[in-house]
């Protein structure tokens, strides 16, 4: 099946930097999607990108989807204390399988 | 008015009892999903489902099974807990033929002791 790297697995950054951090997978997706969760909550989607090479901003973050269609990143500037929290990709292939595939997490904390 | 919700969000029980997590979506989506999350934070998919097609995750043991019994709503069973059942289950729904992005509920802490 499809495997996610995603890295880094954590991070820890004084507020005010900026964060970045990225994924790639060993085949294509058509969607990539950036998830944050907060300790006992869902997952909450932040930002989807649908075409290679394609930039999206939403706030402080933006998201590149790679050209080759296998990783994407996402960086967040000016770190705030609210953005602490586990970071996942997420790559969706339409057809049979229906189904997003994972990152293992960036567990992103922030320190005052 | 929430998009995805899902009933109980914590739950003790022991090994070898039977229960359910009922999940409901109030998105209109034609697709549900049933993600494990386990204590290094892995999300791996266990069912994926809508009204013509279920597509199970073959790790998955055949003691959890996923029951529809309309569009809006995905019940997860489980028979027979064991220790190693223990997790973070969320449930998710998406519209697939769009994009594909899944919204989450809050998920249920399964303990089984």
């Known amino acids: 099946g499809q495997q996610l790297n995603q890295s880094p697995q954590s991070m820890f950054i004084q507020e005010g930097e900026d964060v970045s951090m990225n994924c790639t997978s060993s085949s294509i997706f058509n969607t990539w999607l950036w998830y944050k969760q907060d300790p006992g909550e869902g997952p909450v989607l932040l930002i989807a990108?649908?075409?290679?090479?394609e930039l999206t901003s939403n706030g402080r973050l933006t998201a590149q989807f790679g050209i080759t269609r296998k990783d994407s990143f996402l960086n967040i500037s000016a770190s705030i204390p609210s953005d602490v929290g586990i970071y996942f990709c997420?790559?969706?292939?339409?057809?049979?399988?229906?189904?997003?595939?994972f990152g293992s997490g960036t567990q992103l904390t922030v320190l005052p | 008015d929430t998009a995805v919700s899902q009933t109980p969000k914590y739950l003790v029980t022991q090994m070898g009892n039977d229960k359910s997590i009922k999940c409901e979506q109030n998105l209109g989506h034609d697709t549900m999903y049933w993600y494990k999350q386990d204590s290094k934070k892995f999300l791996k998919i266990m069912f994926s489902?809508?009204?013509?097609?279920?597509?199970i995750n073959e790790t998955v043991p055949n003691r959890f099974s996923p029951k529809s019994p309309d569009k809006a709503h995905l019940n997860l069973h489980i028979n027979s807990l064991e220790l190693g059942d223990s997790a973070v289950y969320f449930c998710?729904?998406?519209?697939?033929?769009?994009?594909?992005?899944?919204?989450f509920g809050q998920g249920t802490r399964l303990t089984v002791v």
């Open positions: 997420a790559g969706y292939l339409s057809g049979s399988a229906r189904q997003l595939t």
């Open positions: 489902y809508n009204n013509k097609e279920l597509i």
């Open positions: 998710a729904s998406s519209q697939v033929l769009v994009r594909g992005e899944a919204f």
């Open positions: 990108l649908y075409k290679a090479g």
